[in-house]
């Protein structure tokens, strides 16, 4: 398999140095629009090339760079049939750019793999979703250092990130409109929401809390199975903003295309 990445950040760079040692991976093409990034992971097996290239080459392509990449390289990659892994995941809270992108891979049998990220329980919530799913709310939880809400949002409540000494909540609402303004740190809203499926209504509350040690996701689903409550403290990855859950889970996530066996729902 010939595979592309783009974006080399903590996430990009991980794929490409454990798929260099995966089976059936053959060759390995990176692009970064910091042209440095991709230069510095070129060795035997990895080549740079643009995303014009990889559409000509690749039978899977990685989306590790931001929600405005995913617009840009899935649309005409599934256009060909070419399968993707997406990590930005907040991208898909523009419903119509999801079903857009659903409704062509459906035509050219191309997949789109959205991976759980830093969170877990996926699982067990697609499976409730069968079922039907009563509530799901996620509560994030964020160190003032590691959140970057939009200008938007800054001007819009007049919170000033720095005076804040205790817990405190700064957004409560749906995925896509916490998408809007933390377009970098709510993406496991977006894809809870997606794999809940249509007609749940999911919560997003999302605090600033000086006093963690690390970024924490608590989730709460409840449905006809019964309930369920998690909670997850994410260690960082070289890069402060991803999680090294967010890392793991790209990387499990190829095995897995890779693999004949699949365990899980």
Same mark, same amino acid.
């Given at each position: 398999m010939k595979l592309g990445v783009i974006g080399c950040g903590a996430i990009g760079r991980r794929i490409v140095s454990e798929g260099l040692m995966m089976e059936g991976i053959e060759t390995i093409y990176v692009h970064d629009r910091h042209g440095e990034r991709a230069e510095s992971l070129t060795t035997s097996g990895v080549h740079i090339a643009n995303p014009s290239t990889m559409l000509d080459e690749c039978e899977l392509i990685v989306e590790a760079a931001s929600p405005a990449a995913v617009r840009e390289i899935v649309l005409p990659a599934v256009d060909r049939g070419i399968d993707v892994i997406v990590m930005s995941s907040g991208a898909f809270a523009d419903r119509p750019l999801?079903? %857009?992108?659903?409704?062509?891979?459906?035509?050219?049998?191309?997949?789109?793999?959205?991976?759980? *990220?830093?969170?877990?329980?996926?699982?067990?919530?697609?499976?409730?979703?069968?079922?039907?799913? %009563?509530?799901?709310?996620?509560?994030?939880?964020?160190?003032?250092?590691?959140?970057?809400?939009?200008?938007?949002?800054? %001007?819009?409540?007049?919170?000033?990130?720095?005076?804040?000494?205790?817990?405190?909540?700064?957004? #409560?609402?749906?995925? #896509? %409109?916490?998408?809007?303004?933390?377009?970098?740190?709510?993406?496991v809203s977006a894809t809870l929401d997606l794999a809940a499926g249509a007609g749940v209504e999911t919560v997003l509350r999302v605090y600033i809390d000086p006093n963690i040690e690390h970024n924490?996701?608590?989730? /709460?689903?409840? *449905?006809?199975?019964?309930?369920?409550?998690?909670?997850?403290?994410?260690?960082?990855? #070289?890069?402060?903003?991803?999680?090294?859950?967010? /890392?793991?889970?790209?990387?499990?996530?190829?095995?897995?295309?890779?693999?004949?066996?699949?365990?899980?729902?």
């Open positions: 999801f079903r %857009e992108i659903e409704r062509r891979a459906a035509v050219t049998a191309a997949r789109v793999f959205v991976p759980s *990220g830093a969170i877990c329980g996926i699982d067990a919530l697609k499976a409730a979703a069968v079922g039907g799913i %009563e509530r799901l709310e996620i509560n994030t939880y964020k160190r003032p250092g590691s959140i970057r809400p939009t200008d938007e949002f800054l %001007e819009r409540t007049g919170i000033d990130l720095v005076s804040i000494d205790s817990p405190t909540l700064v957004f #409560e609402g749906a995925p #896509e %409109e916490g998408i809007r303004y933390f377009p970098r740190n709510v993406n924490r996701h608590e989730i /709460v689903l409840e *449905g006809t199975f019964g309930r369920l409550v998690i909670s997850l403290d994410n260690v960082p990855s #070289e890069n402060p903003g991803t999680s090294e859950l967010a /890392v793991l889970s790209a990387i499990s996530t190829l095995r897995s295309i890779l693999s004949p066996v699949r365990i899980g729902t």
